[in-house]
């Protein structure tokens, strides 16, 4: 399997404009979570979907964030309209079950100008 | 305040050096993961445990349940091993979500 892949790996864009991030999670996880990484929180969940139902979106910071998982082997989470905080790494994740080891995709770098 | 404290923040080490990575967590976590992220890279988990000891390689992670207390250790340390390691753990009473540690800034030199 090709690991769980995540597009664009870079995005830079202008405050205000919409932002669609995409993951493909590993064939066969039943488990989807996107994390936030900044230097000043760490890393951050920010919602957990399992069997493609959003579970826990506690960690979405604002409206201005949704995600979606249409099916199994696809999520988005869009920021719209972006801000300059916005500006971070997110890593989607995928595991087989909840509770076991948990695949980083490679990530996607965000800058908001 | 952070349920999963990691120490050091920053550690500098000689290629073939033996090194010590600490964790230590709250009440409520029931197992826990070290992930290890290499500069501007992604992130690879490379263990999960809960109880006792596991091994991979050159690495090795251990578990004191009593003393809520984690150690990484990785022998004949190689500059390839330079990245930040982060523990974190699974919240006790949700099997999925994690509270992370702020990483340890690891650096080999050759």
């Known amino acids: 399997d090709a690991g769980v892949i995540q597009s664009p790996r870079h995005e830079v864009t202008e405050m205000g404009q919409e932002v669609t991030l995409r993951c493909k999670p590993i064939s066969g996880h039943n488990s989807l979570f996107w994390y936030r990484q900044t230097m000043m929180r760490g890393l951050e969940l920010l919602i957990y979907?399992?069997?493609?139902?959003?579970?826990?979106d506690s960690g979405m910071p604002e409206d201005r964030f949704s995600a979606k998982m249409p099916n199994a082997s696809f999520s988005t989470l869009k920021i719209q309209p972006s801000e300059p905080r916005d500006s971070a790494v997110y890593f989607c994740a995928s595991s087989l079950t909840a509770a076991e080891t948990q695949y980083f995709g490679p990530g996607t770098r965000l800058l908001v100008l | 305040k952070n349920e999963v404290e990691q120490s050091p923040q920053n550690l500098t080490a000689q290629e073939g050096e033996f090194i010590t990575i600490n964790c230590s967590y709250s009440?409520?976590?029931?197992?826990l993961h070290w992930l290890q992220q290499h500069p501007g890279g992604g992130i690879v988990s490379l263990f999960m445990l809960s109880s006792g000891k596991k091994k991979h390689g050159r690495l090795i992670a251990t578990i004191n349940i009593q003393e809520k207390h984690s150690s990484l250790h990785i022998t004949a340390s190689h500059p390839r091993d330079s990245a930040v390691y982060i523990c974190?753990?699974?919240?006790?009473?949700?099997?999925?979500?994690?509270?992370f540690g702020k990483g340890t800034l690891l650096t080999v030199n050759p």
């Open positions: 974190a753990g699974h919240s006790g009473g949700s099997n999925y979500k994690l509270t």
């Open positions: 009440v409520g976590i029931s197992a």
């Open positions: 979907f399992n069997n493609n139902v959003p579970i826990d």
